[in-house]
């Protein structure tokens, strides 16, 4: 079986590390902080946009109802992520396979379900919010922005995924002595089929992950105690 480097990567997040260990690449800490490479991602609209946000102030709803809806959203967050977790772990459609395609297929078609389930989430999460107080709403409209800001660089970056389980596949069932010998498109699915499954289970576990981080976040801040008001 073919042997997966163990160079150790930045402490970035769990997917780019797990696909730094799969792909062999040398991935390093980047030398500038988060804020400074996130800055230069802004245009001076996003700029104008983001201060706007940040400037706004947008009356409050009754409380005692929006945190009744955030019990509600927060239940569903769980049982959309649920959902999404058993769609990978169900790969039987593409067990046996011995070539990529399914597998690429299976990958993007998961990728478009996180998409379309996570999207709606931190939009109605989002409404939670500016219902909440005047600084939540500020917080909403933030949010709304860095979306804006990320979702197009995001969404190049992890288009680029199946092509890196691809070289996975391909230097797993080539290194494996199953294989070794046989014409392509005849080799036997073995154990390195049985480890690539697995690595892109995970690799698409950790892409879950990655794509709720705004959800959590947004959680994290409906469950905090809206700020007692004074007269």
């Known amino acids: 079986m073919a042997q997966v480097s163990q160079r150790t990567v930045f402490n970035g997040s769990a997917l780019v590390r797990l696909l730094s260990r799969l792909t062999d690449a040398d991935v390093r800490e980047p030398r500038q902080a988060t804020a400074d490479r996130l800055s230069q991602w802004f245009g001076w609209t996003d700029a104008i946009s983001l201060s706007a946000a ?20 927060e ?12 769609a990978v772990a169900e790969d039987g459609a593409v067990a046996a396979a011995v070539d990529f395609t399914p597998f690429r297929r299976r990958h993007l078609a998961l990728q478009q379900a996180m998409e379309a389930g996570i999207g709606p989430l931190r939009g109605r999460l989002r409404a939670l919010l500016a219902a909440r107080s005047p600084a939540m709403a ?13 979702a197009a660089r995001e969404h190049s970056l992890l288009a680029a ?15 494996s002595p199953e294989t070794m010998g046989e014409p392509e498109g005849e080799a036997e699915a073995g154990e390195w089929l049985h480890v690539f ?10 892409e879950l992950d990655f794509r709720f981080q705004p959800i959590e976040g947004l959680l994290e801040a409906l469950r905090m105690r809206p700020p007692e008001c004074h007269e």
């Open 54 to 73: 940040l400037d706004g102030a947008v009356a409050a709803a009754a409380p005692s109802r929006a945190r009744a809806s955030a019990s509600a959203e």
């Open 75 to 86: 239940r569903e967050c769980v049982r959309a992520r649920a959902a999404l977790a058993k």
């Open 138 to 150: 500020r917080l909403a409209a933030v949010d709304v922005v860095m979306e804006q800001v990320l």
């Open 161 to 175: 995924v199946p092509a890196l389980l691809e070289k996975h596949f391909t230097r797993l069932r080539q290194a």
């Open 197 to 206: 499954r697995k690595d892109m289970k995970n690799v698409l576990l950790a």
